[in-house]
């Protein structure tokens, strides 16, 4: 039960970031928990339905995120929405493979259905909260960018470098103009794509 994060917004995070992983188990968990809690009318069937709850949920989940860190490489050569699409596709699956493996131990687990749809909702939250997660930190990276490429150009190089230029206009025209044609190049250099994925 999880999600895709490229490096734009909307994109699947990556499967094998344990920081990504920690999350994913932390809201489930809770989900869980608050589940639990609504279904339970006592505190002393509170712990019941949690352990019924996890009895479902976590074989499920754990699963998932096997497949989803071994499917990560490939997941994220796919567009933002056939990799949604994909996804789902394998959450799905592995929801049905574990309820039949599930079904010949225990007996009494309910309609495959419901544990589709549980596994749908569980997914479209977690998809919400990293697309909302990406579009919260995808402002951050072109001001982080700019801040890089200005800590690259020193103003006091730039400031020397113009007094030089205007200097030589009068003395020496071609070599003035040499400077300021070195000066451009070091500048396109500075700001090509390249210099500022460095920065990422």
Request: hydrophobic share 55%; charged share 15%.
């Amino acid at each position: 039960m999880s999600i895709n994060q490229n490096a734009n917004t909307g994109a699947l995070p990556d499967f094998r970031n344990l920081g990504i992983l920690l999350r994913i188990l932390v809201i489930v968990g809770g989900m869980s928990l608050a589940a639990a809690l609504l279904k339970a009318e006592e505190s002393r069937a509170l712990m019941e339905e949690l352990i019924d709850l996890s009895a479902l949920v976590q074989p499920i989940l754990l699963a998932s995120l096997l497949v989803l860190a071994a499917a990560n490489p490939w997941l994220h050569r796919l567009r933002y929405p056939y990799a949604i699409a994909v996804l789902i596709a394998i959450e799905l699956a592995v929801t049905s493979v574990v309820y039949l493996f599930g079904l010949n131990a225990f007996r009494g687990l309910g309609v495959l259905v419901d544990y589709w749809l549980l596994t749908l909702f569980v997914t479209g939250v977690l998809i919400g909260y990293f697309d909302l997660r990406g579009r919260a930190l995808s402002p951050a990276l072109p001001e982080a960018r700019l801040q890089a490429l200005q800590a690259r150009i020193r103003p006091h190089f730039l400031f020397n470098s113009i007094n030089a230029v205007l200097s030589l206009i009068r003395q020496d025209p071609r070599r003035a103009e040499q400077v300021l044609e070195d000066l451009s190049d070091l500048f396109r250099v500075l700001m090509a794509p390249s210099a500022g994925a460095d920065c990422r």
